[in-house]
């Protein structure tokens, strides 16, 4: 009841002031972007992929530290787990690891998105959303194909590097069509990755860093920025 | 010195039709569907809305079809972009005069 009842007050209020200039404006920016921006992208869907990265790191330093370490080295894991084709660095430790991880900050980034647009009474599959995963997919899947690659041929120290990169220049590409706040989150994941590239065998502590502590700060920045201010304007505006 | 409000559209007076137009602005093309939802009215209220923008040569109409459901689709011509940004520039005119 209560969203229809806020929706039915904003529309009489804006009804009435025909000729509010600035109240115009403002209903012209908001209709711009939110014909043209997928923005119910919660603050929480950030945190929540952020823990599920440092959970993920901390099981895959485990299997490092286990294993002897980061030697500085990335070829070492290569003698340590004796991985010489693709089918067989599939099934290794990390890569399991990795699998899972990816799978739960999808799933919890979906569901707080999911849940935020239901609450903003936006369709999460539209124009805007199909815009964003598009822009988003071709950086993506380009690097993960050749991520793949490099695993083929050995170069295993590269992976984690890569990883940033290419996920930070997706987030470049797809904050056109989003937040525009997650063009920053995606400048830190591309620094972050060619630092990584000199630092070879620290992959880990990048990942950590990039996958989980930028996502964190950026989440509770988004969500003190966008979603705070709106549950407070809705108590305020019912009461 | 001329009345602000005097260059302000009738057209745009509006909400709806504002909110097509804005719409508009900033994407290619846009289907009725998405409008409907963006805007949130009634098919009737929003078609009638369309056809008093495309009756101005503000909009333009593409009917299509996406398999066998028909898919209308809107463009902003070229004369609706230019009254849109008077608009614009008459609406930033009276906030200036204001302050």
Redesign the interface.
């Known amino acids: 009841m209560s969203t229809a009842f806020i929706?039915f007050v904003f529309q009489s209020i804006?009804?009435d002031i025909?000729?509010e200039?600035?109240q115009?404006?403002k209903?012209?920016?908001n209709?711009?972007e939110?014909?043209?921006r997928f923005i119910s992208l919660s603050g929480l869907s950030g945190i929540s992929a952020g823990i599920c990265a440092l959970v993920g790191a901390w099981f895959a330093n485990e299997v490092i530290e286990r294993s002897g370490g980061p030697s500085g080295d990335g070829r070492i894991y290569k003698r340590d787990y004796s991985i010489d084709t693709l089918q067989e660095f599939m099934g290794s430790k990390l890569f399991n690891i990795a699998i899972i991880t990816l799978i739960g900050a999808l799933f919890f980034a979906f569901l707080f998105t999911y849940l935020r647009s239901k609450k903003n009474n936006?369709?999460i599959w539209?124009?805007t959303s199909r815009r964003l995963l598009t822009a988003v997919a071709i950086p993506m899947i380009a690097g993960g194909i050749y991520l793949l690659r490099e695993i083929q041929v050995g170069d295993y120290g590269l992976i984690a590097p890569g990883c940033l990169i290419f996920y930070g220049l997706a987030l470049v590409n797809g904050s056109k069509y989003t937040l525009d706040e997650v063009r920053y989150l995606g400048y830190g994941q591309i620094i972050l990755g060619i630092i990584n590239c000199w630092m070879i065998g620290y992959g880990v502590y990048f990942w950590a860093t990039g996958f989980g502590l930028l996502h964190i700060i950026y989440g509770i920045l988004m969500w003190y920025k966008y979603e705070r201010a709106t549950s407070e304007k809705r108590t305020t505006i019912s009461a | 010195m001329s009345n602000p409000i005097e260059n302000l559209n009738k057209t745009f007076d509006s909400r709806v039709r504002l909110g097509i137009m804005s719409t508009l602005m900033v994407n290619d093309e846009i289907s009725f569907n998405d409008l409907k939802q963006l805007i949130n009215v009634t098919d009737g209220n929003l078609a009638s809305h369309i056809k008093s923008l495309e009756e101005n040569g503000y909009i333009k109409v593409n009917k299509g079809f996406s398999g066998r459901k028909t898919n209308t689709t809107y463009t902003v011509t070229k004369v609706g972009e230019k009254a849109f940004q008077q608009h614009l520039a008459a609406l930033e005119k009276m906030i200036k005069g204001i302050k």
């Open positions: 929706y804006f009804m025909q000729h200039p600035l115009e404006l209903h012209i920016k209709m711009m939110r014909s043209s936006v369709a539209g124009t």
